[in-house]
């Protein structure tokens, strides 16, 4: 089982700076998932900037989130 998201800053172009359970901090870049049509509501700024942590992943108002194990995998270390 890969770690869990325990917080969140958001960043510029779609991305996020996720801080995960074992203290590891990775840049998730959520632009690549903007041609999905469930994912298109992070168009809107203002919503894309209303994530929060729920249950050890990043989730969003009506029910919108990614896979605990997508967020760690797809993101990328900082160095």
């Known amino acids: 089982m890969n770690p869990r998201v325990i917080a969140v800053d ?3 172009d779609h991305q996020l700076m996720v801080t995960f359970d074992n203290q590891e901090k990775r840049i ?7 041609d999905y049509p469930v994912f ?7 919503y894309f900037k209303s994530v929060q942590v729920g249950h050890g992943t990043l989730v969003w108002p009506n029910e919108v989130d990614f896979c605990p194990d997508t967020v ?4 990328i270390a900082i160095s």
Do not use: A, T
């Open 10 to 12: 958001v960043l510029n």
């Open 28 to 34: 998730f870049n959520v632009s690549d998932y903007l």
């Open 40 to 46: 298109k509501v992070f168009c809107n700024p203002s």
């Open 72 to 75: 760690y995998l797809k993101s």
